[in-house]
């Protein structure tokens, strides 16, 4: 069974730091763009940052660089770092992985986790 587990949200206070991670299981992902897409209640599922089997990247212009997603083809795993955290940014992470790095297309998913911005 194919499985994206997403793990690593939580609640943080405005201007703090997540590192969310997505481990991959039942498959191996290594020849396979990686993303990030979030969810915030009452809105569409929006585009985060997407990664390539080669390690480019690219991200959502609302990031402005305060995110940073990597893989670690070892383990299977992609993570992203986010920093300066807004309000905003609360909403539902998923994880997912596609053939289409750009633009970037899931067509394996996680479940989501919860992040959740303080002011």
């Known amino acids: 069974q194919v499985q994206l587990v997403e793990s690593g949200g939580g609640l943080v206070q405005a201007g703090g730091s997540l590192r969310l991670s997505c481990a991959a299981s039942?498959?191996?992902?290594?020849?396979?763009?990686m993303g990030w897409f979030r969810q915030a209640p009452g809105k569409e599922r929006d585009f985060v940052a997407a990664?390539?089997?080669?390690?480019?990247?690219y991200y959502a212009d609302f990031v402005e660089g305060r995110f940073t997603i990597s893989r670690d083809k070892a383990k299977d795993t992609v993570y992203l770092q986010m920093n300066s955290l807004k309000p905003e940014d609360t909403a539902v992470y998923y994880c997912?992985?596609?053939?289409?790095?750009?633009?970037?297309?899931?067509?394996?998913w996680g479940q989501g986790t919860q992040v959740t911005v303080s002011s």
């Open positions: 039942g498959r191996t992902f290594s020849s396979y763009a």
């Open positions: 990664i390539s089997w080669s390690g480019r990247t």
């Open positions: 997912a992985a596609g053939r289409s790095y750009n633009p970037f297309q899931g067509s394996y």
